[in-house]
């Protein structure tokens, strides 16, 4: 007699047990991850426990299914589906299309393919490199949008196929996506083949075109809020109003409430002490969530001492201000190194930190902001004679199991249409879409292949160490056993900083 063995959610025992007994008769054990050991002769996956098999469980059964949207799909049978998602994408049936196209993913998966057929479900393409601030942590600060460019038509197109068989798209790049006058048509092409739209914005412009928009395809949108007072807004995010930002919220408030809104703080010494006000503007426009993130340093910038690693005490205090502020207004609150509602620190614990950390200017004199430019002239024209992007990734010492997302189910394109490794790594290029034409041969250029291969051996890439994503735990196809090599610098980070120090003094604060 047949023996099928089943993987699946509670829910979902009831129809698959039916579907199996009518497909291949025989009995049915349904098993939890540790006992898919026990082989049988077929292995049924539920598409929504997929990512869970990251090792070789599916070894060693006879034949492997996936049990999606009600039916069963073959895994050994990829090819043919594939033809078949061609097929519904010539008769423009998107949702159709889409839907075969996750089985395909989840088909690449399990059978740990380095040339995916499947594409991601998840692009990020980059709207423009223009921003219209000139926010003091960001590389905007003294690229003053030289050479920004918006993305074009012909780019877009060249991603076409992408687009029809993707089921979200982030507008962002590195610049403000709202600030693009193709913004709007480009939005109405990704939702016309069935996309949701996200962003992060500066929401500094926001028209009644806009708005629409959002309220009808966005599924969130993520605001750049880097001081609760006026001050400390204008004087981080330099060009904006806080007036027209507040504007702004209300609006979104009244014409979009169902979508849900986050606003992301950037926190460091100048910003630290209003987290808990930051809690109470938020509850004020009605926003979701405040997600408040870690100050990446910038060695042009010289902001080492802005970065709250030297603050302990300080963020600790006012996180936990924040957190409990949260709870009693209502609004999720998403920190780093989250202490938790209950830890103490005591006012005057802080003392000594707070006098360090105001001991120190807030703000660039008008002669440093020159230096600083100063210093990023010196540093393009290094970068104009010796070309830092990469076209290959090493495996390192640190092991893991399954995959990255961002080598499965999601994409960056920049406005040029380079694909990069994922959001991270945007040096790490594939290949350029406009150049080779079809998008499937670049997303399975050398570079992601090898990637690919290196995750499904079991090592984590050599760029891929110290990448918060594998921290925080959020990448859903990965696991890793971090220990103390991830967080070695690679011999290219070594070597980089070395001839960053040369060209901007031994005494730069970087
Ligand atoms: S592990 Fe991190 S750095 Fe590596 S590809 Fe994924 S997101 Fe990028």
Partial sequence: MVKVTVYCEDLNRTPIKELAEKTFGGAVVFAGLEKLGAKSDILIVDHA????????????????????????????????????????????????????????CDIDFLCKNAVNRSYPDFLQIESTDFCNSRCIMCDHYFSRNKNAQILSAETLDHLRDAIQLSRRINLNGIGEPFISRDIKSQIDFYVGYGNKIVANTNLSVLDDGLIERIAKHFEWLAISVDGARKET??????????????????????????????ISMVIMRQNVCEMPEMIELAHRYGVDQVVFLSLNTNLIIGNLRDSLQYYPKVTKYYSVKALQRGAELGVNVVVANNPGRDCEVRW????????????????????????????????????????????????????CAGVCDWLLKSCYTNLSGDISMCCRNLAYRAGNVDREGRFLDVWNAPLLREAREIFYAGYVPEPCLKCGMIESGELKYL????????????????????????????????
């Fill in 348 to 399: 005057e614990d802080i003392q000594d930190e707070l006098e360090e950390m105001r001991s120190l200017p807030m703000w660039k004199t008008p002669e440093q902001e020159q230096k600083m430019m100063k210093m990023a002239a010196l540093v393009e024209d290094y970068f104009k004679t010796h070309d830092r992007l990469q076209d290959s990734a090493a495996p390192s010492k640190v092991r």
């Fill in 233 to 262: 807004y204008e004087s981080i995010r330099i060009g904006m109003s806080y007036e027209n930002l507040l504007n702004n919220l209300e609006r979104l408030r009244e014409k979009a409430p169902h979508v849900k809104k986050i």
């Fill in 479 to 510: 696991s890793v056993d971090i220990n103390s090599d991830f967080y070695e610098d690679t011999e290219l980070k070594k070597e980089q900083k070395r001839e960053a120090r040369r060209l901007l003094g031994e005494d730069h604060d970087a």
């Fill in 49 to 104: 426990l997929a990512n869970r098999l990251k090792r070789d469980e599916t070894q060693g059964f006879g034949q492997v299914c996936l049990f999606f949207n009600d039916r069963l799909y073959d895994v050994s049978r990829g090819d043919d589906l594939a033809e078949e998602r061609s097929a519904l994408m010539a008769r423009g049936d998107w949702s159709g299309a889409k839907d075969l196209n996750e089985v395909l």
